[in-house]
């Protein structure tokens, strides 16, 4: 009976080699062609080589090449024979299951993923976010799409809903800012007291708890002012309670925090203790654009104590491109609240919007 078999190598020749080694000299070759292996991890490799020949299975080369052996060596070349067949059989189904018609969208599409996977590293991704980024592309462009739209698309997916503060007439809202040091805790929590103090008639309050750093309490009251709002300072969560509890009546009450290193035991004590106070606290993590992914990692991990958080993204006139908020997306679940990019304590913050980030991320603005 024929057996009709193929052999996929780097090179041609190495190809012929594993039809002769298999099928003997007397196979006949049927057919040629470069192929890309399955896999994104393939995907800028060389094309490799298919060769499919035909061989008659009862006249098998590997017989008649074979010197005349003792009979041990015999045995044990049959053993191999057996070997390698079993081995050519699973690799044979292997190919039969390859997505051929996937396999040929990834090949036309190379030159295209490659150029979004550039545009994507430039613009601050990192080259495995990049790398996830394009395998969803990958699957999910339909056939003919553009793949920069089909991006887009993919990106605005990942960056999901966006989840900005909104109130409920008649229920308290509360909410609390942590973060790294340094990252505009303060300055995002005056921005968002002065667009909901300006946009709606609503009734404001701040607390803040962060007595640690010097003139902390100072630069918040300042805006407090400004804004004509009621500011408290906490000295402890007992009297956190007892403030959440004397602002029921107030619509908005936005909580700052001290900045401390995200691993400081006491800091991630106090901000638990807070959370866990009867009023449904609503808390934004503060990330600065600027920061490297490997940090955000961090930070992200830091937080895993808490169940729920939104992540506002500070600093964007700073950071080269937004390309560290699809990064944090592909790792950290929750929803994006705000997005800042300036020192203006009434402008400079808007709500995320998906849509903008993933065109900036692939430099169509
Ligand atoms: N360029 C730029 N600077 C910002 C932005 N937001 C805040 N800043 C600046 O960042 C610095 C720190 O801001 P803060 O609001 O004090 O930061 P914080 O997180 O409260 O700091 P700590 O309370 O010390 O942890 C200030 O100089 C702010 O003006 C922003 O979106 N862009
Ligand atoms: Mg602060």
């Not at 080369?61 to 070349?77: C, G, S, V």
């Not at 339909?142 to 991006?151: G, N, P, Q, R, S």
């Not at 007291?193 to 300006?198: K, P």
């Not at 506002?312 to 679940?333: M, N, V, W």
Request: aromatic fraction near 6%; charged fraction near 30%.
């Amino acid at each position: 009976m024929a057996v009709i078999r193929s052999y996929i190598a780097e090179t041609k020749k190495e190809a012929f080699d594993k039809v002769k080694l298999d099928l003997g000299c007397d196979a006949v070759i049927i057919s040629t062609r470069k192929i890309r292996r399955k896999g994104f991890a393939n995907i800028f490799k060389k094309p490799a080589f298919e060769v499919t020949a035909v061989s008659d299975s009862d006249t098998p080369q590997k017989r008649a090449d074979k010197p005349q052996a003792a009979p041990e060596r015999d045995r044990r070349i049959e053993t191999l024979e057996k070997k390698i067949t079993q081995v050519s059989d699973t690799v044979g189904k292997i190919y039969q299951n390859i997505d051929w018609l996937k396999l040929k969208q990834i090949t036309e599409a190379d030159p295209r993923i490659q150029k979004l996977y550039d545009t994507l590293v430039g613009n601050g991704i990192s080259p495995d976010g990049a790398d996830k980024l394009t395998g969803m592309v990958l699957e999910a462009a339909a056939e003919d799409e553009d793949l920069t739209e089909a991006m887009t698309r993919v990106i605005v997916g990942v960056l999901g809903e966006p989840s900005p503060i909104s109130l409920n007439p008649g229920k308290r809202k509360v909410v609390l800012f942590a973060g790294p040091t340094g990252v505009g805790k303060t300055t995002t929590l005056a921005k968002i007291a002065a667009g909901f103090a300006l946009k709606q008639n609503i009734k404001i309050a701040i607390i803040t708890e962060d007595t640690y750093r010097i003139g902390a309490v100072e630069q918040l009251r300042i805006y407090a002012d400004i804004l004509g709002l009621p500011m408290h300072v906490v000295y402890s969560p007992e009297e956190f309670l007892k403030k959440i509890e004397e602002t029921s009546d107030f619509d908005l009450v936005l909580v700052d925090t001290a900045g401390k290193n995200t691993d400081d035991t006491e800091y991630r004590k106090t901000i638990r203790s807070m959370v866990k106070c009867p009023a449904d606290i609503e808390v934004h993590l503060v990330i600065s654009a600027a920061t490297s992914a490997a940090n955000t990692v961090k930070i992200i991990d830091s937080y895993s104590y808490l169940n729920d958080y939104k992540i506002l993204f500070t600093k964007l006139d700073e950071a080269k491109s937004p390309g560290l908020i699809p990064e944090t997306k592909l790792f950290a679940s929750k929803p994006l609240s705000y997005v800042t990019y300036g020192q203006n304590a009434a402008s400079d913050i808007s709500e995320a919007n998906p849509a903008e980030i993933a065109k900036t991320v692939l430099g169509l603005t």
